[in-house]
């Protein structure tokens, strides 16, 4: 197509992509079989190749039935388009979930002794539970020498991220997080939430970006000479 008619085409894309973005979730996925011929991952983009007959028909569809492609017609055209994401799908390696990292002989943080008495408190607390299933909460409170509803807050403190432990005890914490703000907050089971609402930075790491899950390079990987 060219000229007055590739316009006449194009000038029916925002309709069409509003089209898309109402269509109901059980067809799409007849409507991206039909317009979407290959998908590939590589280390660092995603490349979606279309089939242009479909997206062609989609882009002058008028019906109000559910869109759905012509596989009989493919053989008649092999014309295609690619659209390059640059992103990185696929992580190159497995990422342990616990981040546990020893405590750098430069760190200079100075342990805040309340917090990790309260840590201390808290694991505690988990034992009591553990060891003496014939006794209720107030039982257990009793035992442990607190209130009920503080001995339930230091159980869910058994929750917190390993990460979020480790600074408490080499003293490295944000400068917000004391006792009674951990005590006295509903701790998150979520780690990555955890982190937000404490103040700490979520986990680094570097990246290999070749070599996936240890079964060999990609395929666009340049091996360096030795």
């Known amino acids: 197509m060219f000229g007055e008619d590739l316009e006449t085409l194009a000038a029916k894309g ?4 509003d089209r898309l973005m109402a269509t109901p979730k059980p067809h799409l996925h007849e409507l991206f079989k ?3 011929h290959r998908v590939e991952l590589g280390e660092d983009q995603v490349s979606i190749e279309f089939r242009m007959l479909e997206v062609r028909r989609y882009l002058e569809w008028r019906s109000e039935m559910s869109f759905r492609g012509r596989p009989s017609n493919w ?17 190159p390696e497995r990422w342990p979930s616990l981040h546990i990292n020893p405590r750098e002989e430069s760190c200079k943080g100075k342990p805040d002794k309340k917090l990790v008495d309260l840590v201390r408190s808290a694991r505690k607390a988990q034992r ?19 209130r009920t509803a503080q001995f339930a807050r230091l159980i869910r403190l058994n929750y917190l991220a390993p990460d979020i432990v480790t600074a408490v005890f ?8 004391n006792r009674k703000v951990l ?10 939430v955890q982190r ?5 930075p979520a986990p680094e790491r ?8 240890g079964r060999g390079m990609w395929p666009s990987a340049r091996i360096e000479a030795p």
Do not use: M
């Open 34 to 36: 039909a317009i979407a």
């Open 206 to 213: 570097a990246i290999d970006p070749r070599n996936l899950y």
């Open 196 to 200: 937000k609402l404490y103040g700490f």
């Open 170 to 177: 080499d003293g490295t914490q944000p400068l917000g997080l």
């Open 128 to 146: 009591l539970v553990e060891e003496h299933r014939e006794l209720d909460l107030d039982a257990l409170a009793k035992i442990h020498g607190c």
């Open 183 to 192: 005590l006295n907050s509903n701790v998150p089971t979520d780690w990555a």
């Open 75 to 91: 053989s008649c055209s092999d014309a295609r388009y690619e659209h390059v994401v640059a992103v990185r799908a696929v992580t």
């Open 14 to 17: 925002p309709a069409a992509s």
